[in-house]
């Protein structure tokens, strides 16, 4: 098996990008599909391809400090960027899938210019209000869509915190609505929030009062239906 180079470059690029041609090229990303409380959030980034930040990439990948610092950076260079979000109720009433483009809809129409084409994390051609291009593992590629997957998780990231404060008692502000411990036994000990996805398995469970800890498999976690 041949070895990469040494020299390599690791991590996103805006080859996608520059392959779209000479128009407006903006990265979609969404962040929160398989929580189960909070909402369901999107970021479109349109790039300038002389001021692209250092150090891009998928926002998983990055610290919570490198994050935050990059959130700042492309705010401030990006030739226009938006969030936008889906609540608890529009996925109820959509499902997680299409809130999730909802969101992604919301976050183009607010950007202050047209873009000419997206580029949008994953293998789903969400109906958006411009021409898109699907990337599996976008965020990995692209570093619009990069940009995209970081101010997507900062925006929600920091409504969950504010959730916290509003709905004591879940770990909010640690977790961000995911799996975890804490979690499990707020929803035991208080019940589900106004901010919990009812369709969600843990969340039903709860309400029947039959949420325990060792119940919650990896089918629990689906991201569309919740069971």
Known sequence: MPKPLANAPSGPDMMLE????????CGVDEAGR????????AAAVILDPA??????????KLTA??????EIEIKEVAVAWCVGL??????????IL????????????????????????????????????TVVKGDSLSCSIAAASILAKEARDRIMVEMDAVHPGYG???????????????????????????????VKLALSGELALGDLGDAAFNDELGA
């Open 18 to 25: 520059t392959a779209c041609g000479p128009g407006l090229v």
């Open 34 to 41: 398989g929580p189960w409380a909070g909402p369901v959030s």
């Open 51 to 60: 001021r692209v930040p250092k150090g891009l990439n998928d926002s998983k």
């Open 65 to 70: 400090k490198a994050r935050a610092a990059l």
């Open 86 to 95: 889906a609540s608890v109720e529009e996925i109820e009433e959509l499902n």
């Open 98 to 133: 299409h809130a999730a483009g909802l969101a992604m809809c919301r976050a183009i129409e607010g950007l202050s210019v047209k873009p000419d084409i997206a580029l949008v994390d994953g293998n789903y051609r969400f109906k958006l209000p411009c021409p898109i291009k």
């Open 172 to 202: 909010f502000a640690g977790h961000k609505g995911y799996h975890a411990a804490i979690h499990v036994e707020g929803l035991r000990r208080l019940g589900p929030s106004p901010i919990h996805r009812m369709a969600w398995a843990p």
